[in-house]
């Protein structure tokens, strides 16, 4: 074939098996040499029907269901399902209840957020730094295991409140082991937003503008590291709306904004829960609940990605009628194929991950 009739633009796949990811996202990178020219994604490649099992779960039962549409951030996704069935029956959730949610959500954001720490330093070959980012995180999983049992599924969010408490002595033991854990948290950021190594391969790469960040629906850090001032912690549910905390927000755009953004996030998860273990009201940790929800609820919190929204309908039966979620991930698909485009093929790996795929989320 001669060069004049050879195709101008090659199609290079990546994943759903790649070394750098830990996720099975399938992408088809059409390459001019070594330029993006265009990304096509496969969604679908894992399917696990979980929403339909509204109508063969009860209602009750369906938050362990919600909680393992990830393991990552699966307190807030049981946290988002036991909310809207609340509002649905009109249940109010008892304060020390709301506290003890605030607690487990931001433990689960710190250590989701330093996972993302440890597979960027991965990606970008600093193993040394991924080492030491889950090392930091292990102890965060310890104080987990203390609370809840478990490790990565918590399973203390229900309908009505959560299942398990915190006793005061065990509290003030934890915010102590905490301090210790900061000093450690910020010895590895430090090394995330000083090392010139990584600002040489974050500093200027997969910009997201601001106007583009709004118009394509970007969420979370991926959003808050365009410029926008957007939590939806902001709206107060549980008791996040009696604690006191700044938005996060960097103005660049790219891979070294988003990763600052996630590393003020920690310190600041850090300082939400030192403010919820001294508010914390003694009492019930949780309600009975009677009866069965009829009628439909839309809510909205805030995931270590970024916004996720559950949609429930209860039909008056132990079984719902529907069950819908839009994960973080998903919304954040549109603005990653949009950096991608025009970057070189050795970034690729690091922009994905800057958006901190969940692919178990986003496709269930």
Known sequence: MSTETAPKYSVIPFGPQHPVLPEPIHLDLVMDDEKVVDVIPSIGYIHRGLELLVEKREFPEMVYIAERICGICSFIH??????????IMKIDVPPRAKFLRVIWSELSRIHSHLLWLGLAADAFGFENLFMQSWRTRELILDIIEETTGGRVIFGTCKVGGVRKDIEADALSRIIGVLDGIEKDVRSVCGVFLKDSSVKHRFCGVGVLSKEDAISLGAVGPMLRASGVEYDMRKTGYSAYGELSFDIPVETDGDCYARCAVRTREIYQSFDLIRQAAAKIPAGEISVKVLGAPDGESFMRLEQPRGEVV???????????????VRTPTFANIPPMLHVLRGQELADVPNIVLTIDPCISCTER
């Open 78 to 87: 049981g946290l988002g399902y036991s909310q809207a069935v609340e509002e």
């Open 310 to 324: 559950y949609y429930v309908k209860g039909n008056g039966t132990k079984y719902l009628s529907r069950f819908r």
